[in-house]
C-alpha cells in the first residue's frame, strides 16, 4: 500500500485517557482494557466525544508506555485512573493508514523513510488517531502522528 506522508503542525487534542505500560504482545488487549475504563465515565457525564486515540511515549526496551483515551469537547470531570491530558503539539509527520490495525507496519515504516530522507529528527512521541468502526476492514482510518523535534 502507498502511503502519503506529509508534514504538519499538529495542535493538541484534549483526551480522557488511562496511562498503563504494556508489551507489544499486548498491545491490543491492553488499549481495549484501558478504553474500556474510559468509556463508561464519560457516557455517564454525558461527555461530548469524537475518537479513540493512543499516545505511545518513549520507554524501555520492550516495554511501551501509552495513554489510551477518548477525544473529548468540553468538560469531563476526571474519575479514578481516567485523566485529562493533551496530545503533543507542533510539527508532526503524519499518514493515514487503511485497513486492519495489525497492518500498520508499512505506515510506520513510511513515516520512518519519510523522516530519514528529509533529514529529520522524531522526538520521542507518536499518537493514533481511530476514525469510525467499519466491519470492512478496508474503510477503517487510523491518522498517525509522529512528532518531529525542531529543524
Known sequence: MPYQVRAEQAGPRVLAAVRAVT????LGTDIIRLLDQVWPVLREQGARTEHNVVIYHSGEAGELTIDAGVEVF???????????????????????HFGEYSAMGGAYAA?????????????????????????????????????????
Not at 508489551?23 to 499486548?26: R, S
Not at 468540553?74 to 493515514?96: K, L, M, Y
Not at 522524531?122 to 523535534?149: C, F, H, N
Request: hydrophobic share 30%; net charge negative.
Open 74 to 96: 468540553g468538560g469531563f470531570e476526571e474519575r479514578g485512573a481516567v485523566r485529562r491530558i493533551t496530545t503533543p503539539a507542533g510539527e508532526v509527520a503524519t499518514v493515514a
Open 23 to 26: 508489551t507489544p504482545q499486548q
Open 111 to 151: 513515516l520512518d523513510q519519510w523522516c530519514s530522507a528529509n533529514g529529520r529528527r522524531q522526538a520521542g512521541v507518536s499518537w493514533e488517531v481511530y476514525g469510525d468502526w467499519d466491519d470492512d476492514p478496508a474503510k477503517r482510518r487510523t491518522d498517525i502522528y509522529k512528532l518531529l523535534s525542531p529543524a
